[in-house]
């Protein structure tokens, strides 16, 4: 059985970028370079940011 890491990812194409937030969550997967992959990488990044503040912000609330 080949256990590549590409084939365990699911990647079928280069490049191949993962967005994986701080607490190890896939958050998006991104095939091929293009400007319109650039912004929807930016975007994605940018929305995975905003969750895990957001969760550490509601986590910081229930410690009072």
Do not use: N, Y
């Not at 975007?43 to 609330?61: G, R, S």
């Amino acid at each position: 059985r080949d256990s590549s890491l590409s084939q365990q990812m699911g990647v079928s194409g280069i490049p191949q970028t993962f967005v994986v937030r701080s607490d190890g969550i896939v958050w998006s997967v991104h095939q091929g370079a293009s400007e319109d992959q650039l912004k929807m990488l930016k975007d994605d990044v940018l929305a995975a940011i905003d969750v895990v503040e957001a969760d550490q912000e509601q986590k910081d609330m229930g410690d009072f």
